[in-house]
């Protein structure tokens, strides 16, 4: 069959008529009830430096990237003085531009490990084990949930996965997250099952600190709430001790603490920081607000975050390990 | 790699930049595609690539001996033929059947004392696409010790015919004297030819993504519930769904498959033809999976006497047939139990003289609406995690509808969204069904452009989570 010219044109105009026609019209077909369609648009957002995407419909990247060491992750939690443990509470409420700024003031680098879909300790404590990482510190922040031993669904799959298969994955939503991104810009996605796109939290993480990054963030306000403890915390001494005496060995401090969230439990900090024998700190929870139920607001956050650094830089035994009198007394402007 | 990921946009690139340049250069385009096969096999699975190649070996070692034994030598050549089929059938055997063996004895024997094997959970990783080219393996070794090809003398040739990376994992099972002649000259790039392999492509991608997935996210949200609630619709509409799911996800892979062979210039044969238009269940099968319906004709039906034998004997051979068909899907129960469902239909049409249709236009109807409840029914089977939840979820669906009973579940409105879905299945037959009773002409190029853009905005705007293909796991 010959193929001139203009059949070549009279089949991309269709196409292109078709096409246009189509997208037009899709939105509007009244597939069920008017509630139950979402058009989704990716928001304009700016992408944070050093930071991969972490989060795309539903999978969390953050355990396999640490994992399998890829990227820069692992080298720059092996440089931290101070590492921060615990699920994505930790790195909203205690956010990146509040206490990455005050640690280097006292010329100290701190990374994260915490990981959303609710990722524990066991992940973290596996992780320096499996890097030999040597901080000074290393700090949970989270509520008695963080001490049950489990591992999170995305860790789960990522110790699953093989360093290859974990690269390739990884490149795989990486790439397809920048296509969605700048398609969904000019062209919305009809979601009519309720499997969304992004969540309320477009989120990336920083290579440089490990810190989670909301570009979009939910900008609803909903009050802090303070649960009754639990009767026992007993069950949640295995693995605390395990991670203290691992802790130890490494000739690290624990410390313990808390963000605050919808149903917060803090009962345990003071009977494990008893049972361990480690410093906690706890901020005041007045006037704070979560964004979604279980995460600070900004505001909150940076108000939380300064204080808990106030606080957990005068506790002794962090200006101990860090020889802060020390370096005080060389330079004031180091001074806690 | 799969088709919907974009490493394997990588692959065709580099597959359709290996076309260009290597000209009509045979050796240089089929090296690069064996190259590109393989690398795109280990890309997800290195470990399982030797087995690829073993079989390959296997196979071109047993071809050229049967070439060299002169057909005097009778026991000779059936005693090759036999080495081919006990390594390619143990290779399968053993990272197939083998956990499911062990289980099922323990299940039998546990209880009365008798030995079981000590690890009953072993799992056992199943190499991704080992049914697909073990049976093309198989099928080249005996066409070449029936004499229907001649044994392929270059192994490169012979490794690119078994894992040509469209139909690698997934099939159609291609057999050596449809492909291996292609090879032997690379025809020139048409433009016609090349669209129509972007076509297919488009269409496999719009079936996968958007029918598909989106059916197939209704189904895993609430199959659950529909085995274990009273019951009404639900169970029967996640039936049909499930059926529109298998059907465009396989279907949909195949026409990846074809489109990305035809536009380096292979073609791959069809393995659906619009199988719910089938009148009966001979007719289904020569409708569904082609290529394996085929396979199991040529290899298994005709070998244990086919239709010579008279009637028990045809009966039996053809229960055997649609029991090792089902059994190839998985090594499950569920697919033992689906496999019989079918060797029974098959057998009671044959009795009942209906197997080329039945004549009158009611009975005719009756028995079209009958084949196709069966097999949606009977896809209960396929879909469930056992045989009691199979039951369970068959059982509420005919009652559902036999009662009319409304869905009650706060799940209505998705289930009544997901028939929009099932849409473009019954289009996609009409169109079938116009072409076959003549009442329209073939797609034209302008009809399949129309279409073309109505199925890229649909992909870009109502793709759901890329699920992989249903396909892989056999």
């Not at chain 1, 790439?175 to 969304?196: K, N, Y």
């Not at chain 2, 697909?132 to 066409?143: A, H, L, P, V």
């Not at chain 2, 009650?408 to 849409?423: D, E, K, M, R």
């Amino acid at each position: 069959m010959r193929c001139g010219p203009r059949k070549i044109l009279a089949v991309a105009v269709t196409f292109a008529a078709s096409f246009l026609v189509a997208t037009n019209l899709l939105p509007r077909l009244p597939l069920g009830p008017k509630s139950a369609q979402r058009l989704e648009s990716i928001p304009h957002f700016e992408v944070p430096r050093d930071a991969f995407f972490v989060e795309t419909m539903g999978d969390e990247l953050s355990q396999m990237v640490l994992w399998h060491g890829l990227g820069d992750s692992i080298d720059n939690a092996r440089r931290a003085d101070i590492l921060f443990v615990g699920d994505s509470r930790m790195p909203v409420g205690l956010p990146e531009e509040v206490i990455v700024p005050a640690a280097a003031a006292l010329g100290l680098r701190v990374f994260s490990l915490a990981c959303g879909h609710v990722e524990r300790v066991r992940f973290a404590m596996e992780l320096i084990r499996k890097f030999d990482l040597h901080p000074k510190i290393v700090v949970v922040v989270g509520g008695p949930h963080v001490f049950k031993d489990v591992w999170s669904e995305p860790a789960e799959k990522a110790r699953r996965l093989t360093r290859w298969q974990a690269l390739s994955a990884w490149m795989e939503a990486d790439t397809r997250w920048r296509l969605q991104v700048r398609l969904h810009s000019w062209l919305p996605r009809i979601d009519w099952l309720g499997s969304r796109l992004t969540g309320p939290w477009i989120l990336y993480r920083s290579a440089r600190t490990g810190w989670l990054l909301p570009v979009v963030e939910p900008s609803s306000r909903y009050p802090i709430g303070v649960a009754a403890d639990d009767p026992s915390y007993a069950s949640l001494l295995p693995l605390a001790r395990e991670l203290k005496a691992e802790l130890d060995r490494r000739g690290a401090e624990l410390v313990l603490s808390v963000v605050p969230y919808g149903d917060t439990r803090t009962g345990h900090l003071a009977f494990l920081g008893q049972e361990l024998g480690v410093a906690t700190v706890l901020p005041s929870f007045d006037g704070m607000f979560t964004a979604d139920g279980s995460h600070l607001d900004r505001s909150s956050a940076e108000t939380y975050a300064a204080d808990f650094w106030r606080r957990f830089i005068a506790l002794p035994e962090v200006r101990r390990k860090l020889r802060l009198d020390d370096r005080s007394q060389d330079d004031p402007a180091t001074a806690g | 790699v799969s088709f919907v990921s974009l490493s394997f946009v990588v692959v065709q690139l580099a597959a359709l930049l290996l076309r260009a340049v290597s000209g009509r250069s045979r050796v240089a385009f089929v090296v690069g595609l064996v190259a590109l096969s393989w690398l795109s096999y280990a890309w997800s699975a290195p470990q399982y690539l030797f087995l690829i190649l073993l079989t390959t070996t296997i196979d071109y070692g047993v071809a050229r001996l049967l070439a060299a034994t002169p057909p005097a030598a009778g026991g000779a050549r059936r005693g090759l033929l036999l080495v081919s089929l006990t390594l390619n059938l143990g290779i399968l055997g053993y990272f197939k059947y083998a956990t499911f063996l062990a289980r099922s004895w323990t299940a039998l024997a546990g209880g009365l004392g008798l030995w079981t094997p000590g690890v009953t959970t072993a799992d056992i990783v199943l190499p991704i696409g080992i049914s697909f080219y073990t049976f093309e393996s198989i099928s080249y070794t005996i066409d070449v010790y029936r004499g229907r090809i001649e044994a392929e003398k270059s192994f490169l040739k012979l490794a690119c015919f078994i894992a040509f990376f469209p139909h690698l994992v997934a099939g159609p099972i291609v057999r050596a004297g449809d492909f291996l002649y292609q090879l032997e000259r690379p025809r020139r790039i048409r433009l016609t030819v090349f669209a129509e392999g972007t076509y297919l492509v488009t269409r496999g991608l719009f079936l996968k993504l958007v029918v598909a997935d989106n059916l197939g996210q209704l189904v895993d949200l609430h199959w659950k519930t529909a085995a274990g609630a009273p019951p009404g619709t639900l169970a029967a509409s996640l039936l049909v769904f499930f059926a529109c799911q298998l059907f465009c996800d396989f279907a949909g892979y195949t026409d990846i498959a074809r489109g990305l062979a035809y536009q380096l210039g292979l073609r791959l044969p069809i393995n659906f033809d619009a199988p719910h238009l089938a009148v009966t269940f001979s007719e289904f099968w020569r409708r569904w999976h082609i290529t394996l319906s085929s396979w199991m004709r040529d290899y298994v039906y005709i070998p244990l006497g086919g239709n010579r034998r008279g009637s028990v004997r045809v009966a039996v051979n053809l229960l055997l047939v649609m029991l090792v068909a089902g059994l190839w899907h998985g090594a499950k129960w569920t697919f033992v139990v689906w496999g019989a469902i079918h060797g029974v239909a098959i057998v009671l049409e044959r009795t009942l003289g209906i197997a080329r249709g039945p004549r009158r236009g009611w009975t005719r109807a009756a028995w079209y609406v009958a084949v196709q409840a069966t097999w949606i029914a009977s896809l209960g089977m396929f879909r469930a995690e056992d045989v009691q939840q199979g039951y369970r979820v068959i059982r509420n669906a005919i009652a559902g509808l036999t009662t009319l009973t409304g869905t009650s579940s706060s799940s209505a409105t998705a289930i009544a969204i997901g028939w929009w879905f099932v849409l473009p299945v019954v289009a996609l037959h009409l169109r079938s069904l116009s072409i076959e009773r003549r009442w329209l002409g073939a797609v034209t190029p302008l009809e399949k452009a129309a279409y073309a853009g109505l199925m890229w905005a649909a992909i870009l705007t109502l793709y759901a989570t890329g699920r992989e293909f249903i396909y892989f796991q056999f």
